[in-house]
């Protein structure tokens, strides 16, 4: 018998459920026509987990950095990424957790196994971009998950309070601005930002974001080696999660004096080339965070005769009016050095995103380029 195979029973909203209540359950709700697309995700995968003849699971991934296309993961992998991280934020049978991401992708499945190998009490609702507009008032939770999105959404709503319901957050699948960095800095829940992808069945390292805990590195856990190649690419040797070394295109800095520590610089096939000198969008976006805060923005290139590639903010708006225009300008001016200051400002009506909505540059630029195109 499969290791795995003796995680069948999952507590729901405080009722616990066998494998048999729980088929039952998954072959009604997947198949009744009232039942929402979210709910429906949430069971194919619940059907998925307890059928013994399969021991892997087809994951999407999100496709932000390039064709989202099917990870196939190991049941026993998805058991010991759970038991990773249960040791690391020490959670325990009947801790409440809430699973507001969505269930076609790793990190909503992620919450579902942890229920199911670590006995959580999963309260399951809509990814909606405010959760808890679908949560009982006087509902508390050890531990939970979220993006950017919905966290900028919460406190836009002015619902900070409502964070505070939870001991534990981990927002991850997007970059954080310093901005919503700043606004959560009062909380008492703990809030964790975390680094890793579907080959790595979920994350393999958290930064604490608040709190005395806050930290400018991400700590590895349990078990997790890294290092960096030539390119100073971050490479993962996590054999419990992945037989083989996980190989990035993440720009990394590992921390001389702890080698569990690491910074994300940027992504390797980001890094723009113009005129010889070498630029990171990452960098350059968190320097603006505070600055462009109302609307998603990125840096990128666009091909230039004279620099090969000149430096390109594209930022997902209306087109400012001249003043407006202006003043972005000049603040730029005391944020960025000569060479960081884009050569254009284009706004985008729509980016191009993900299901999950990340942000496609790449697609974005090659759909801004063709309308060029077909407007000449």
Known sequence: MQAWTQFTNLTLRGQKLDKKQLLE????????????????????????????????????????????????????????????????????????????????????????????????????????SNPFSDLPENQNFKFGAMVPMQLHQIIKEGEIENLNRFETLLVG????????????????????????????????????????????????????????????????????????????????LINENNPKLFQFVGRHDNVINSGGIKLFPEILERKLSSLISKSDYFFAALPDERLGQKLVLFIESQPLDSSKLFMLKFDMLFRLVKYEIPKEILFIKEFKRTPTRKIKRKATVKAYLQSLEESN
């Open 25 to 128: 359950l998954a072959n009604d709700r997947r198949s009744h026509y009232k039942t929402p697309e979210w709910e429906q995700s949430f069971w194919n995968f619940v059907f998925a987990w307890l059928n013994d003849k399969k021991d892997a699971i087809n994951i999407k991934t999100s496709g932000s950095t390039g064709r989202p296309k099917s990870v196939r993961v190991s049941k026993q992998f998805m058991v010991n990424s759970a038991l990773i991280t249960g040791k690391y934020f020490n959670l325990k049978q009947n801790d409440t957790a809430l699973l507001c991401l969505s269930s076609d992708y790793i990190a909503g499945k992620m919450m579902v196994v942890r229920a199911f190998v670590l006995g959580l009490d999963l309260h399951v609702a809509p990814q909606s």
């Open 173 to 252: 699948g997007a970059p954080i601005g310093s901005q919503l960095i700043s606004s959560i800095q009062n909380l008492k829940t703990k809030v964790f930002l975390t680094y890793g992808m579907t080959e790595t069945v979920s994350h393999i390292a958290v930064k604490s974001l608040n709190g005395n805990t806050k930290s400018d590195w991400f700590e590895t856990l349990d078990g997790i080696e890294i290092e960096t190649d030539k390119k100073s690419c971050l490479l993962i040797n996590a054999p419990m999660l992945n037989p083989q070394k996980v190989k990035t295109n993440d720009i990394a």
